[in-house]
């Protein structure tokens, strides 16, 4: 049977509070809907965005493109990555 | 709103709004844009600090206004509120803005275009300053200018603020503005409309400032377009000419927590409330999230530019930034730097600071004198010497302390670092209810706490923010030292002790602890009772780390030096003032013409001065226990000899509510040391080693000294945090709280301190 490909992205996904440090990720999506999520929006991290996370703990310090941001894990929950292949 | 006169265009005068990421350069920019020709104030009605400067090309001048660094243009914090509020030019008093300057940091341009965004739908005209080139260039970042410049419908000029390169090009990007303004002389203050000036351009100034092509889902897009026709209709309904745009509905649409649609509410009235709020229900029940979905439309967006103007830098090996952080960042390493850093830094603050503060000192004490010398009155004699000038003297001679230390401040700032030890802080200060973010307003604590509890305003949720408010005070400020000074000199054995540590510098250490260590479970309490409710996550940017610029930082330093004097100053200056009132009335004639015997007849025997300055010394502590302050330390006086203090003490406490170090000059008057005493006067040290209770009992013991720096440690007698916290909260309830909870910690942990001592045989 071909495998299914949805379960089969969707089972790559997982918050970047269980990433792994010094692995490079792709956003999926950004969960729940307030102040803190949006703000992840407005600090450059959206859908498509290439993270990783350079110091992991809580607050982690995470890197995004050039810049570095430190996040803590109730942020981190709602970053849905997965990893670039 | 009235044409203001420095705003007519006639005069070839434009005012343009500094905005940008934090950490973009603006800053820095500003300062290369306007140079000496800057000024600080407040905002109308706020204490949000107001930065404007000069700048001149040909013939036009440009004012400039330098916005407090935001991510967004949804407002969350105090600052971003009013970033929002100038550009909307909705601040009473405030000039209209023409032009914005939106600072773009080249090397991270993806995430500053989200605030490009929604800048340019604010409908006023654009113009780009493109920083941090270098940096970009060195990762190998390239950004296609040109090709943003069409993009976007506004110049984007590559700048090097600190070269000073193309900065002219800038200038006349913004003054090339001023034509269109010209066909649009009304566009900015027409009266007529109830709009703010941004939006209102939108209907007259179409196509000087194109707007941003967002891709918003099909739905949010629709019922705002819809929220637009709807509050237009409202709006020709009261007779105003204008329409409301589809930016406009759509901020009012996703603004819901941030201020967004209140400030639509203000300008439009109640009417429109129902409007947005059945908009706003409708996607919600079709499971779409306006402000989410706006989030993530803009995001897309900026993604979506940034993929055709920017060349990715090829990966790079770890950058300097990089390697730092690696130790800076570290668990145990970096906290064991940020330790020593800190340690560095007060030592300084003290080493540094003692010359400046002793000439400061001195120098009052000449003027003092000479104007003593030279006014015959008695009493305005003594209002002038003792009220005046001491009231002055006694704020400015801790200013080198407190510019040193924004000094470092400021450089730990520029630097980067100060993101990295609130980074390092968050840990532990999350246990106790606060965020890393409490830990720069509780750092300058140590200075002083009216910039500490300026500094609160980034802490974006109210309670955290309430409780850093809070407990700030309690950080030992430097008006605590003259007291820690005076009491450990005169009472602390010069002796070593663990293993050859100066005892005194020990004790010294002490005072500074008990604040910290107080103020942390209290700021627990405070967050389990009376500010509850959740810490907004940490979420701070990590700059790259920067050399800080020696003329930035002493230009941070002297201005916030002269804005401590002018708050604190002022109050601290009434107060002193009044406090004299209290020492000095009402007069004793009887005891006065006693004492004037007393001395006739001394100097009648040829008595040395030392004699005489006695005899004035006596008549100035009995004028003083007759005063209105020696008769309230009188009737406190049975609540304070657990404590160990007698009334002189309670008055001199009572005294020194504008100011702690107030106490010290207080101590002088009551113990008749005389007034000019400071705390390291031998005078005031042995009068009060020498000191005794009504009984004969010696006063002053190891116990009291420690008792009464316990209470100065604790006690919030400071007139000037009291005023700032009214301010920065808008309601008397909190500096009343205030006042009140460190008075009670104050008196309770000196009750403690002194029974404890006095039980281990320290009395």
New interface residues.
Partial sequence: MAPDMTTAHVAQEFSMAEAKSRVVYSVLRITGHDDCSCRLHELGIGEGTTVMIERAGNPAIVRIGSSKLALSAECLHRIKVEPVR | MAASPTNDHTAKRIVAAVIGNPNTGKSTLFNALTGINQKTGNYAGVTVEKKHGLANIGDTTIELIDLPGT??L?A?SVDEAIAVDVLASSLDGEEPVDVVLLVVDE??L??NL??ASQVLEFGLPVVVALTMGD??TK?G?NVDARELTTLLGCPCVRVNALKGERLDELLKALAAILPSLDRHPDASRDPVSSLDSGFRRNDEMKGTAPLPNVEYPGRLRAAATELADELSAVLHAQGDRHTVSFQEAMRAIVDR??GGEARFIKRLGDTVGPFIERARASLELGGL?P??AE??S???W??GMAGRVVTP?VPQGDSL??RL?RVL?H?VWGTVIFLMLMALIFQSIYSWASPLMELIDEGFGSLGQLAGESIDDETLRSLVVDGVIAGIGGVLVFLPQIVILFLFISVLEASGYL?RA??LM??LL?KFGL??RSFIPMMSGFACAVPAIMATRTI?DRASRLATIMVTPLTSCSARLPVYTLMIGAFIPDETALGGLSLQALVMLGMYVTGILVAIPVAFVFRKTFFKGAS???????PTYKLPRAKDILRAGAGRGWAFVKTAGTIIFITSVVLWAATYYPRDDALIAQFATERSAAEASGAPEDDLAAIDAREQAALSEASYLGQAGRVIQPAVEPLGWDWRIASAAVASFPAREVVVSAMGVLFGAGGDVDEESEGLRETLQKATHSDGRKLFTIATALSLMVFFALCMQCAATLATIKRETNSWRWPVFAFTYMTVLAYLGALVTYQVAAAIGLD
Avoid: F
């Avoid at chain 2, 907004?536 to 990590?542: Q, S, T």
């Fill in positions: 991510y967004s949804v969350r090397s991270s993806e995430r989200y605030l940096i970009a990762r970042i927590h941030a999230t402000h989410m989030a993530g803009r995001t897309r900026a993604r830098g930034t990089d952080d960042t668990r993101a609130a980074y968050d840990r999350r965020t890393g974006p907004a996550p940490l979420m701070i940017e990590l």
